[in-house]
């Protein structure tokens, strides 16, 4: 198993930035493709971007294409989210999830680890 803590949510004005970061522990981080997923009040989860074992191939939801980057370290065992020029519309609770296999995915059920949530707020 792997435990994932995500970390860096905040409140921020619109056009802002913030970078999240999730720490994992357990098993061999790069034995895992990673995700990032936002769950806004009243909605679904929704998948946001993803990144595989080496880093080497990324995947965005094309409303955050071009202001957000994901990236891995994986010496440190940490993902990242960068995000920029932020939109009250981005305002959710951010996850990130670790998928037991090398390549990316865009759906919640192929990732079988979840950390507990940041909040992001992004205020008008």
């Known amino acids: 198993q792997v435990q994932l803590v995500e970390s860096g949510g905040g409140l921020v004005q619109a056009g802002g930035s913030l970078r999240l970061s999730c720490a994992a522990s357990g098993r061999t981080f790069s034995d895992y493709a990673m995700g990032w997923f936002r769950q806004a009040p009243g909605k679904e989860r929704q998948f946001v971007a993803a990144?595989?074992?080496?880093?080497?191939?990324?995947y965005y939801v094309d409303s955050v294409k071009g202001r957000f980057t994901i990236s891995r370290d994986n010496v440190k065992n940490t993902v990242y989210l960068q995000m920029n020029s932020l939109k009250p519309e981005d305002t959710a609770v951010y996850y990130c999830a670790a998928r037991s296999t090398l390549g990316i995915s865009t759906f919640l059920y192929e990732y079988a680890y979840w950390g507990q949530g940041t909040q992001v707020t992004v205020s008008s």
């Open positions: 990144i595989s074992w080496s880093g080497g191939r990324t």
